[in-house]
């Protein structure tokens, strides 16, 4: 399962969502990046729907995204990999 998240200006909080596939989700990561550099002025916002949670949709307007990242959730709880930017070298 891969998580991509997006944190919003002005909001403390990031929202995620979760599918099956890396394709899917890099696919939408490349769509959320090309709005965000203004390659893609046609979609003023970017709507998000969810794999593991069925009901879950989230719209964003484009311009307010200040990150994007992808990662994959562990099977095994307090795994290794955790989410968001490390400074740690």
């Known amino acids: ?3 991509l998240e997006i944190s919003l200006r002005y909001s403390p909080f990031p929202l995620s969502i979760q599918k099956k596939h ?3 989700v890099k ?3 490349d769509e959320i990046k090309d709005c965000m550099s203004g390659n893609n ?3 003023p916002l970017i709507e998000l729907s ?3 949670v069925q009901d879950k949709l989230i719209t964003v307007l484009a311009k307010e995204v200040i990150s994007v990242q992808i990662y994959e959730k562990s099977a095994v709880p307090g795994g290794s990999k ?3 930017f490390s400074l740690d070298i």
């Open 1 to 3: 399962m891969y998580s």
């Open 22 to 24: 890396y394709d899917d």
């Open 27 to 29: 696919k939408i990561y």
């Open 41 to 43: 002025q046609n979609t």
């Open 50 to 52: 969810c794999e593991k």
């Open 82 to 84: 955790r989410p968001g």
